[in-house]
T-cell receptor
Framework: DAKTTQPTSMDCAEGRAANLPCNHSTISGNEYVYWYRQIHSQGPQYIIHGLKNNETNEMASLIITEDRKSSTLILPHATLRDTAVYYC?????????????FGTGTQLKVEL | GAVVSQHPSWVICKSGTSVKIECRSL??????MFWYRQFPKQSLMLMAT?????????EQGVEKDKFLINHASLTLSTLTVTSAHPEDSSFYIC???????????FGPGTRLLVL
């Protein structure tokens, strides 16, 4: 699975959009981009995933560049409860039966 | 997504004792369960993968005789930390998955403190 690079930390004002970048320059054609987040002292929470098209769900939007070498997770209206570590994971195989490899993630701090 | 529970949510034990942690998939049957460990200020590290009815597959560096995994049903997996030592103190998290699902779903975690 391709390696990902994320900023260590980011700050965002409550109510504003939080844009979390992820670089995955070695991604191959059949690898998916997944995003999870982990609120302090809790288990990770699935957010969204995609292959090449932009994706949106009730939690967030995922924008993948045309060359697929980077992506951005967008939380449209961040709240204090969105303060968490966000993990971008690239994996070749989808499906719940396959393991995930977590990197160090981005600590997002949402402030008033 | 699937709802996953873990029990206990936290446990304190004496060095040398064994501790059992349960992971349950409450609303879906899961063919695969994963166990992760997370030390303070670090990321999650996969310990082992278990498929229902089969022996667990351990990641490199994880002692299978120390971390016993039982996956007896599609809704329950247990992790037993045998002869626990202070260095085993950590946050243990399970996740559940199945071939037909898009991804895994995680439990709330169990914090273990070994004195």
């Amino acid at each position: 699975d391709a390696k990902t690079t994320q900023p260590t930390s980011m700050d965002c004002a409550e109510g504003r959009a939080a844009n979390l970048p992820c670089n995955h320059s070695t991604i191959s054609g059949n690898e998916y981009v997944y995003w999870y987040r982990q609120i302090h002292s809790q288990g990770p929470q699935y957010i969204i995933h995609g292959l090449k098209n932009n994706e949106t769900n009730e939690m967030a939007s995922l924008i993948i560049t045309e060359d697929r070498k980077s992506s951005t997770l967008i939380l449209p209206h961040a709240t204090l409860r969105d303060t968490a570590v966000y993990y971008c994971i690239v994996r070749r195989v989808t499906g719940g039966g396959n393991k995930l490899t977590f990197g160090t993630g981005t600590q997002l701090k949402v402030e008033l | 997504g699937a709802v996953v529970s873990q029990h206990p949510s936290w446990v304190i034990c004496k060095s040398g004792t064994s501790v059992k942690i349960e992971c349950r998939s409450l609303d879906f049957q899961a063919t695969t369960m994963f166990w992760y460990r997370q030390f303070p200020k670090q990321s999650l590290m996969l310990m082992a993968t278990s498929n229902e009815g089969s022996k667990a597959t351990y990641e490199q560096g994880v002692e299978k005789d120390k971390f016993l995994i039982n996956h007896a049903s599609l809704t329950l997996s247990t992790l037993t930390v045998t002869s626990a030592h202070p260095e085993d103190s950590s946050f243990y998290i399970c996740s559940v998955g199945s071939k037909g699902w898009e991804t895994q779903y995680f439990g709330p975690g169990t914090r273990l403190l070994v004195l």
